[in-house]
């Protein structure tokens, strides 16, 4: 049991709609933080009642950098994406002084599912949907008041 080597892998792919319109933020240094929720659902076959039920699961998601602004942006609730990241568990004292612990996924990438807003006249069009956003230096709670 000791050889055993197990791989560094932390990757989650998930896909679903927001529950609320997402808070973008700036750490102090001026680095853009977008948080919010995103409900996914999976069917699947209860045996016992020969049919399929839903299961819904909710998640929160911190986006940085320049993904997190076109998030602030283009996103509001209700709005369908997929999201590639990595879990991060981390925790934060309350005002009442309990510890509360949270695991996030941390975008990696983003992609709008939905159909972007065409630009009204004299608007410019805004980007497509996916890019990278790697900063997780972690500054402050994203989903602390």
């Known amino acids: 049991m000791a050889d055993l080597r197990l791989p560094n892998l932390n990757l989650v792919i998930v896909s ?11 750490t ?20 016992e009642a020969s049919g399929f039920k839903e299961e819904t699961s ?24 997929l999201i590639e990241g990595t ?6 004292e309350t005002q009442d002084g309990s510890r509360r612990y949270v695991v996030e996924i ?5 992609q709008f599912l939905d159909k972007a807003p065409t630009p009204g006249p004299g608007e ?17 709670d994203p989903f602390a008041s």
């Open 58 to 81: 909710f998640f929160n998601i911190v986006v940085w950098d320049r993904m997190a602004e076109m998030a602030g942006e283009r996103l509001r609730k209700g709005s369908a994406v």
């Open 16 to 26: 679903g709609r927001l529950v609320a319109d997402p808070e973008l933020r700036y």
């Open 124 to 140: 410019a069009s805004t980007e497509t949907g996916s890019g990278d956003s790697d900063n997780s230096e972690g500054e402050g």
């Open 28 to 47: 102090p240094k001026g680095t853009a933080v977008c948080s919010f929720r995103i409900a996914v659902s999976r069917y699947y076959r209860d045996r």
């Open 106 to 110: 941390v975008s990696r990438r983003l």
């Open 87 to 92: 879990l991060k568990s981390r925790s934060y």
